[in-house]
């Protein structure tokens, strides 16, 4: 195989992990605030719903995406009200904005179905994207791909070099103490629960208007779920996200050209590849249960009561 | 507390209230009939019409109390055995994928020793779909108990690669030859398929299962050691460990259990209402189990109740497609909504309401009182003492 073959597998990996990237990236942040939200997949779901309908009513999809993120940040506000100001139970909570944003996507989906929409198409970078090969490897993609990094080193620096950031693991790590040196837990907790859903909204976004531009019922096909396992992937640091993303990228396209390299295996096997290797790296992550101990935020997945 | 509802104030509860404990599911479902009241007039249809298209006329007659029945059996199955799990903290929220590998391990059997008319081929059929839900949910259990790996992510990532196996053997090795190159299995004789209980219907005797399950669920969770040990298991970790019960064992009892029923679900549809092994066996029956589980309070007495109760969404969706032409996937809306207030209501369990401002000071508050670490329940789900108060680090 030569190098030119080589060229689209590599661009459609990175296609492939920029809603990882966006999704893990806000889970992140959420769960470093000590909140799980097992509900990615929801959001995802409804935020590609809304793009694909506001994208195909407005023809723009600057505004597509924008609408993405504040429907994934109304799912997330659901959430957060729910395990924040009533205390439920965060596992049960996520798994319930799951299953109302599989039927809620569904529902508002139903015309949707079958109708094709203009795909984003990728920015024209003059000079750059010229240059043979690695123009074609690093300057054709759309906006969203660039701003995936953009939100990853955003990401990275809020968390490790910002007085906000600290703040935030502090609630994460050990929200009493953070209450009794007067940090407002809850609110800071919501703030870090809507940012993940903006980022769910996105990635479910891109996945109708850019990855596959159309609408299909539960489309996401557990990227959610992979977003999640891909968080624990990487210790909770966003660098081995952004790593992480890209492999499973990889491992996604790959059922779309392995039949092109000569490789003859029934293509329901290469499907369940993503499935596969999620298992696979969350058994090499967590065989050591000291890896998570030290890297897990302390509080992950417990409710805080102010007055309790 | 005093930072937030200033009018209506949320006091925790001395203890859990039971009366509450029964009335949230009510709640909920209340709740839910209104939501569906606001659906159906933004949708521009009489929400009268609706509500007796959706709720009422798909169980007005007897074939209709039998689809009702029907539905309501794999829900009743799954979430029993979910349940089992979910008390003690174990999460497998992938029934949809061991219901599947049942549905393929009792396949199996018929379309490997069949076609035959003979009797024993149907328990023995029962028997693989039991084991190839067990065998499917045992991994998760060997990765949880070994290798710390979450059975959340890790059972959910193996429903897509069951229905994917599922449909790699119903377009290749399992394809009915003389099926027009359609993909399913042949279809299953008589004798292959389960015997019905009403006449007139097509319920199977697979509801009965459900029925004995419950009483049996019960049983152990009431009355058995085993079932002990894991209720101690959901409700204080801690005083588990430090009596000795092991978790590993609870961990692989919940799941290899939930695996059981999930697997017996998966059978019971192929061998029943379905009669071959088609692409999609579920509608998610193994996803709305989890609805189910928590709407029943994680009781078999209430799973039976919730299961009838997402039985009757199902049919409504599909009679109000038809009908009215609404989407049926209002369906699945309806069951987001209800397991959502059905966790804001849970809320009374351990608070209640109480009218007015509180004083400027909130001493009192800050307290450390033996009340924080009373019982605490949340979504039905016991868990462990509430995180530290500030007073207590003094």
């Avoid at chain 1, 959420?30 to 590609?48: F, S």
């Avoid at chain 1, 179905?113 to 000079?127: D, F, M, R, S, Y």
């Avoid at chain 1, 990094?149 to 994460?172: D, E, I, N, P, S």
Wanted: with cysteine; proline share 5%; hydrophobic share 55%.
């Amino acid at each position: 195989m030569t190098a030119e073959a080589l060229i689209p597998v590599l661009q459609s990996t990175v296609i492939a992990a920029t809603p990882l990237i966006y999704a893990a990236l806000g889970e992140l942040v959420a769960e470093r605030a000590g909140v799980l939200n097992l509900g990615v997949e929801g959001m995802m779901l409804v935020g590609a719903v809304t793009a694909f309908a506001v994208g195909l009513g407005s023809d723009s999809h600057a505004l597509a995406f924008v609408s993405a993120a504040v429907a994934g940040m109304a799912m997330a506000l659901l959430f957060a009200f729910l395990t924040l100001t009533l205390q439920t139970n965060q596992v049960a909570t996520g798994l319930a904005l799951t299953l109302f944003g599989v039927g809620l996507s569904a529902f508002v989906g139903r015309g949707y179905a079958g109708t094709p929409l203009p795909g984003l198409k990728p920015l024209e970078i003059p000079v750059l994207g010229d240059i043979p090969v690695a123009g074609m490897l690093l300057f054709h993609y759309d906006v969203i791909v660039y701003l995936s990094l953009v939100l990853f080193v955003a990401v990275q620096c809020f968390l490790t070099r910002t007085r906000a950031g600290l703040k935030m693991r502090a609630v994460g790590e050990a929200p009493d103490v953070a209450h009794a040196i007067g940090h407002p837990v809850i609110r800071i907790r919501y703030l870090a629960v809507l940012f993940g859903g903006a980022t769910a909204g996105i990635a479910g976004g891109y996945m109708s208007t850019a990855v596959t531009p159309m609408w299909v019922e539960g489309m996401t096909a557990g990227r959610g779920w992979i977003a999640l396992a891909l968080v624990v992937f990487a210790t909770w640091k966003p660098v081995r996200v952004l790593v992480g993303a890209y492999l499973f990228g990889g491992v996604t396209v790959m059922q779309l050209y392995a039949q092109g390299f000569g490789i003859s295996v029934p293509s329901q096997f290469l499907s369940m590849l993503p499935y596969a290797a999620t298992i696979v790296v969350l058994v090499v992550i967590c065989r050591d249960a000291k890896t998570i101990l030290l890297n897990q935020p302390a509080s992950l997945g417990r409710s805080f009561h102010p007055d309790a | 507390m005093s930072a937030r509802l200033r009018v209506l104030e949320l006091e925790r509860r001395a203890r859990p209230s039971a009366v509450m404990r029964i009335a949230s599911p009510l709640l909920a479902a209340a709740a839910m009939l209104a939501t569906g009241f606001v659906v159906f007039l933004l949708l521009g249809k009489d929400p009268a019409e609706a509500f007796y298209v959706f709720f009422i006329k798909p169980v007005a007659n007897r074939y209709g109390v039998g689809e009702l029945l029907l539905k309501a059996t794999p829900l009743a199955l799954c979430a029993l055995g979910l349940a089992v799990g979910f008390r003690a903290n174990v999460w497998n929220i992938g029934a949809e994928g061991q219901l599947t590998m049942g549905a393929i391990a009792g396949s199996g059997v018929a379309l490997y020793l069949g076609p035959t008319e003979a009797a024993w081929v149907l328990p023995l059929m029962l028997l693989a779909g039991v084991l190839g839900g067990m065998a499917w949910a045992a991994i998760p259990a060997f990765l949880r108990t070994r290798f710390h790996t979450s059975e959340i992510l890790v059972t959910l990532m193996l429903v897509y690669i069951a229905q994917l196996f599922l449909s790699y053997l119903v377009h290749g090795a399992w394809r009915d030859p003389a099926g027009y190159n359609f993909p399913q299995s042949r279809a299953f004789t008589e004798a292959e398929t389960l015997p019905l209980l009403l006449e007139g219907s097509r319920v199977t005797i697979a509801a009965v299962f459900a029925v004995a399950l419950a009483a049996a669920s019960w049983f152990f969770s009431q009355k058995t050691f085993a079932g002990f040990r894991m209720q101690v298991a959901g409700l204080a970790p801690a005083a588990a460990a430090y009596a000795g019960f092991s978790e590993k064992r609870n961990i692989w009892l919940a799941l290899l259990l939930s695996g059981a029923t999930a697997g017996l679900a998966g059978i019971s549809e192929v061998a029943g209402p379905i009669g071959q092994l088609q692409p999609t066996v579920s509608p998610g029956y193994g996803f709305a189990a989890i609805i189910v589980a928590f709407v029943g309070r994680l009781h078999p007495l209430g799973i039976i109740l919730a299961s009838l109760l997402m039985s009757l969404l199902y049919l409504g969706g599909e009679s109000a497609q038809m009908q009215m032409s609404l989407p049926s996937a209002v369906t699945g809306l309806f069951q987001g909504v209800l397991l959502f207030y059905l966790l804001a209501a849970d809320l009374f369990i351990n608070f209640s309401l109480r009218r007015g401002p509180r004083r400027a000071t909130d001493d009192e508050d800050d307290a450390y009182t033996p009340e924080d670490e009373s019982e605490t329940e949340i979504g039905g789900v016991p868990v462990s003492a509430p995180t530290l108060a500030p007073g207590k680090l003094t």
